[in-house]
Each structure stands twice: as structure tokens, then as C-alpha cells.
């Protein structure tokens, strides 16, 4: 019996992923974009829709980096609208753990739950920098160091609130409505080292008792942490070899939290180009390629390498001969890419020989270093290695990330999907109403209330 592929759609933040130029793309702001979408992603009956979250406006040279911008809608505001407007899909949001608490984000995430009728999920997240703390009250007080013990405690304590009302709490009456049949329901006390609340929890137990969690992390402790706590952890390893030994780390930490491996999803991000042959997929790849990056992008992409304002550098020319910058004061701020090289002099030194042996320009090798395109060919070809990667366990399926939104999509839906489901690997109907039916995933059971005199 083959595995059944997962599919999700991700409505890409503003970024140099996006083709500007396509006379398809369409406004990251207009609610009509987010609904076309979701409602392609639903009629090709994928599992769920994700929105990731920025906090703040990036920075480059103390200017806000118009290349990248992150600023979109409040991800609750979008997702409970496209409740109303979609049927089946399940509807992801990112939403911080630094700089928000636990009863707040816990009441909107049951909301959202009943609001949609149990397709909530929730890709829970750390916010690493001062720069992006500096838009709350407690801006940087957090060591990165610890970021995963209060994300662990947060969700914890999130847990404990959804767990707060009994399965039959609530009752419903023809002739009084509906009434609390249970005096202690959304009771809760919670202590530990970041949180100190007790109270009552006001939204009843929702269908799927939890929403799904989702968690993004690569390092050994967010792995860890999506070992004990998520329901799919999203990864950036798309090829075969790569896939199959994240997919086999993350699975076999499973049995330490008393979870078996199905408990868990992998679930890579993944870009696609289609043409009518593979030929043709390659040729519209380059293209598109070279259409993300421009000459401009190039260099802002290099600055935030070396650390240093390359503006003058001719980006068809040749890389620096000098060294990046590697002090403290960084060009580029609120950038998750800027902390991925851990040793810039060493990263440069690589792009050099890299540029060197391929004859590269700046911005051929930006190009290079930073593709993401990771299904390239015919619709027949696309489905083949799509369905390779998840019955050889690099993955158990993929977020579909489009280079134009809102109609990307589109063409995946039509070609891709069908194909699929000839094979017999992809759903083609709804089985479930919830986002746990669309996952395989069974509704946790609810936690025993502590003792309130225990917790304070």
C-alpha cells in the first residue's frame, strides 16, 4: 500500500521568491488574493493553507529593504475570514511564542478552531533578535539560548488552557439554550519559569481539542522540540539524500516522548516550475530564476554577506577581493539569512572558488547559492519525483510555495494533482471534516486538570 502524500499551499511573504513582473501577481495586501488561493488549494483538496508572520519591517543600510519586505494583514484577521469563505481546507498560521502569551494566543487559536470547524493549525515560532524585540515590551530580553524552553513552556501552558473544559461541558438545551453543565469547566493554574497565571479559560473545548501544531525549526533543539510537541515540523530538505536523513533523525526521536513515527509529519517547503516537457521546464526555470534575482537584488543579497555597502560593485561583475565585515553592527536586521552563516570569511572564500570554477558573475552566483526551485519538468515528470521522495521517506509530503500568487497554484492543480490521484496517492475527496481527518492525525486526548493549590 503506497503512502498517502500530503500537499499544502503557502501564500509567500513579499520576497525576492516572488516574480514581480507576471502580470498574474496580484497584492499581498487585497483579501482576494488570500481567498484565490486557498480556494485553488481547496479544490485540489490539499490539507491545509500556511501563512507565515513577520513582526517587523526588515532593514539594510538603516533603510527599509524594499526587496523584502515583510508586512502583511494580522494572520487571525486572514485566517478567519478565509473560514467563511472555504469549506474543508485547514488553515495554518505563525504566530510567535516571544512576544505574545499564552492565554491570548490559545482563545484566538480555539476561535479560530470553532470558527472553521476544526481546521486550525498552529506553526508555533521564536523570535531570535533584539531588532524585532524592540517592537514589544520586552524587546531582547530573551537569550537566543533560550528561546525553545519558552516556546516549550508557552505551548505547554497553551495546552493546558484547551484542556481546560471537559469534552461535555457545554450542553445544549431547547428551552435555556446553551449553559455550562460543568462548575470547574476553563479552570486552569499554571507555574513556571516564564509564566504565572490562573484563571478561567472562556472558549469551550473546539473539535479538534488542539489545533495542529506545526514547528519549523532545523537546529538539534527544534527538532527536539518538534519531536515532543508537533504534529508536522516543516524542513528545507527537498533532495533525496538529504530528505531521507532529516526524515530519519526527526522520526527516530519520536519513541523518547512515547510517540510513534506517524505521529509525526515531514512536510519540506518546495518551489515548482512546469512546462509541457522537461526542455521547456528548464528553459522557463532560468528565466524565472533570473527574473527573482535582479542585478539589485544581487547586491543587497551580497551586503548581507559581507556586511558592507557593495552598492558600487557592478553585479555582472566580479565578487569582492576583500573580506566581509565581521563585527557586531550588522548591514542587514531582522533577517533570518543573516545568522545562517555562522562563519562569513569562510562562506566567501567558498563563493570565490565557486565563482571562480563556473566563471560566475555576482549575480550568476547569487543566483546559484540561493535557488530554491525544487520540482523542475513536465506535469508527468513532477509527479514522478514527488511521489519518489515521499515513498523513499525524504518526506511525507510538501508545502507547495508558488512563485506568483494569487493564480500560481493553478497549474499544479490541474496537471499535477490529477496524476497523482491516478496513482493512487492522492486523496479525491475530503474524508474528514477537520484538519486532523486530512492528516491522519487522531484528536490528542485531554490532559487531567492539575491540582489549582499544585500549580500556585
Known sequence: MPKQIHLAAHFPGVNNTTVWSDPRSGSHIEFASFARLARTAERAKFDFFFLAEGLRLREQGGKIYDLDVVGRP??????????AVTDHLGLAGTINSTFNEPYEVARQFAS????????????????WDAFTGENFRRGGFLAESDRYARATQFLDTARELFDSWPADAVVADQERGVFVADGRAGEFAHRDDHFDIHGRFNVPRSPQGRPVILQAGDSDAGREFAAA?????FSRHGTLAEGQAFFADVKRRLAAYGRDRDDLLVLPAATFVLGDTDDDARE??????????????AIKFLEQLWNRDLSAYDPDGPLPEIDPDVSENHIARGRASVRMHRDPIAVAREWRERAAAGKLSIRELIIEVTGRQTFIGSAATVAATLNDLVQRDAADGFILVPHVTPDGLDEFADAVVPLLQERGVFRTEYTGPTLRDHLGLAVPPRRARAAAGAAR
Request: net charge positive; charged share 15%; proline share 0%.
Open 284 to 297: 522557463k526555470a532560468h528565466l524565472i530564476r533570473r527574473q527573482q534575482v535582479s542585478g539589485q537584488t
Open 229 to 233: 510537541t508537533a504534529d508536522a515540523i
Open 112 to 127: 479560530l478552531d470553532h470558527l472553521s470547524g476544526g481546521r486550525a493549525a498552529w506553526n508555533v515560532v521564536t523570535s
Open 74 to 83: 494580522d494572520t487571525f484577521t486572514v485566517l478567519a475570514a478565509l473560514a
